[in-house]
């Protein structure tokens, strides 16, 4: 299911809202960007005016407690940006600047489908350049605990297989598989919503997390169920936004990935980790060009965007 082309948004739209840890509002931008761009940060709101620019690269991160944190607190840095992440690789966006006035992405409703319709108002562009991709060689794995995270070889697309298991029966175990296209990541994955347990409230309030969670953009389980009045977005919300953390976590990959990600009991900092591995050694990948071969069976074409070349502990 490969792109040929590299894409970026046809003009800038913007967003704003409070974060969920900082629970301060927060403006971003999205500004289209040149032709092997990749998606970066640029952090304003600096003390003295400074503005910092933080690649979107594995590289840069400085945190996964709770949520992926890229940049350093002293200079300048940007939290919470997986649902971000993973809006913009799920449609397949290549190139974006991505202007913030704050330290954390807003949580808006505390899934990615905010940030694809923002998209959707300006739509997408081809761009004159072969999209490149990151084609996993070898397996690699990383564990903890019981948990574990792992990439492997696969030619034909980004597959992810997430199983999750929560000692509690409203969620269990659930296991889900799918193959990334922007149409599987619109319909089946962009709504889930980040979840967390009420009993968890207290002790995180007094670290300084989830201080603008609500039930406007959290799923809450409390001892009886979810308490969130509308109930759930699909039977299985809580493996799908653990799939939807995992898109946005593995884009600091920096290329769209042709590998399949496996993971039980897996988060933030699993999904650093077996990134981390996997860039241990340069024969783990291969930076592919999309252009080199071309295969039957690859076209992604539009699914509803208009590209007009080709048609809380918060989880």
């Known amino acids: 299911m ?3 082309q590299q894409t970026t948004l046809r003009a800038a739209v913007s967003l704003s809202g409070a974060g969920v840890h900082s629970g301060d509002e927060v403006k971003i931008v999205l500004h289209p960007a040149e032709v092997n761009h990749g998606i ?16 979107a690269r594995h590289l840069a991160v400085t945190a996964t ?19 971000l992440m993973a809006a913009l690789t799920g449609l397949g966006v290549d190139n974006v600047l991505v202007e913030i006035d704050g330290p954390e992405v807003p949580i808006l409703d505390g899934s990615s489908a905010p940030f694809i319709e923002a998209i959707d108002q300006v739509g997408l562009v081809s761009q004159a350049a072969s999209r490149r991709y990151l084609k996993v ?3 690699v794995r990383v564990t903890q605990g019981k948990a574990f995270a ?13 199983e999750i298991d929560f000692p509690t029966p409203v969620i269990g175990r659930q296991r889900k598989a799918v193959d990334l296209s922007p149409s599987v990541f619109r319909k089946e994955i962009s709504r889930a919503r980040t979840f967390g347990f009420m ?12 201080l603008g969670a609500s039930l406007e953009n959290t799923v809450a389980i409390g001892d009886e169920g979810v308490m969130n009045p509308e109930g759930l977005r699909y039977a299985d919300e809580f493996v799908r936004h653990k799939i939807l953390d995992a898109v946005g976590d593995l884009s600091l990959a920096g290329f769209p990935l042709l590998g ?13 980790s077996v990134l981390e591995a996997l860039f241990a050694s340069r024969s783990n990948y291969a930076i592919v060009d999309s252009g080199a071969r071309r295969e039957t069976g690859y076209a992604e ?10 048609a809380p502990d918060v989880h």
Request: proline share 4%; with cysteine; charged share 25%.
């Open 199 to 210: 009993r968890d409230v207290e002790k995180l309030w007094s670290a300084g997390f989830a």
């Open 137 to 139: 060689l070898k397996p």
């Open 65 to 83: 407690e709770l949520c992926t944190v890229i940049g350093d607190r002293e200079s300048g840095a940007v939290a919470t940006i997986e649902h």
């Open 260 to 272: 399949t990600y496996r993971s039980y009991c897996g988060g933030h900092r699993l999904n650093f």
């Open 301 to 310: 074409i539009g699914n509803g965007i208009a590209v007009p070349a080709f």
């Open 150 to 162: 792992e990439l492997l070889p696969n030619e034909r697309a980004f597959r992810l297989d997430v």
């Open 2 to 4: 490969k792109q040929s």
């Open 40 to 55: 970066a940060f640029l952090r304003t709101g600096l003390p003295g005016g400074v503005e910092r620019l933080i690649d």
